[in-house]
């Protein structure tokens, strides 16, 4: 049972440019949450997704970020227009319920030049 | 606001043990969870408390009081590929699922 998906490992993006993180969750997993974690920093929550459903995005700014979990195909969280304050890991995270274990991806590392 | 603490580094010697302490203020709760983290990868989870108490998983334990907003994670025998950081993190009643992470506790084995 292959476990949390995410791609790309790295990824670098000038200023002002799109970046698109994505997420495959674990086998029979259809909730997935979205974390950011800055340089010395701890996780901090962004996104709470069910299939085709936004339930909880209240750690998202409200500018420039996007999530979707469509019907098919992985978790992509979008960021628009990237400045240099966006760099840092994005993790996934997938359950099988609401409430239950978390298991983390391995990331995505944004660098903005 | 929700807050979570607990020390930024430790160092502890081969073979010995190490407790990790995490203390919390939170609106509300409903269960606290550690996770190692090795550099540059995944979080994964090591333990999970929702009641009062110690729960012992091999040379992992963790304790929860929940009137003091506390918990700790004891590692017995330290291995050096224990040497990781180990985060503290905790539910919230009524959330949706998501965890609020402390800062986690960079942890430093030495033969």
């Known amino acids: 049972n292959a476990g949390v998906m995410q791609n790309p490992r790295h990824l670098v993006r000038r200023r002002g440019q799109e970046a698109r993180l994505r997420c495959s969750p674990m086998?029979?997993?259809?909730?997935v949450y979205w974390y950011r974690q800055l340089p010395e920093e701890g996780l901090k929550f962004m996104v709470y997704?069910?299939?085709?459903?936004?339930?909880?995005e209240s750690g998202m700014p409200k500018e420039r970020f996007s999530a979707e979990f469509p019907k098919e195909g992985p978790s992509i969280l979008r960021i628009q227009q990237v400045v240099r304050g966006d760099s840092a890991a994005y993790f996934c995270a997938s359950s099988p319920s609401r409430g239950g274990e978390l298991f983390f991806g391995e990331g995505s590392r944004l660098t903005v030049l | 606001g929700q807050n979570i603490d607990q020390p930024t580094e430790m160092t502890a010697t081969e073979g010995a043990i190490v407790q990790i302490n995490c203390t919390y203020q939170?609106?509300?709760?409903?269960?606290l969870f550690w996770y190692q983290q090795h550099a540059g990868e995944a979080p994964t989870f090591l333990s999970y408390?929702?009641?009062?108490g110690l729960e012992e998983k091999g040379r992992f334990s963790s304790f929860l009081s929940r009137s003091k907003g506390y918990s700790y994670l004891l590692l017995k025998e330290l291995q050096m590929k224990d040497s990781a950081s180990y985060l503290c993190?905790?539910?919230?009643?009524?959330?949706?699922?998501?965890?609020?992470f402390g800062k986690g506790t960079k942890l430093s084995v030495k033969p």
């Open positions: 408390n929702v009641l009062d």
């Open positions: 086998k029979g997993h259809s909730h």
């Open positions: 997704l069910q299939k085709e459903n936004i339930i909880d």
């Open positions: 939170t609106s509300g709760f409903n269960g």
């Open positions: 993190a905790v539910r919230l009643r009524g959330s949706q699922g998501n965890l609020i």
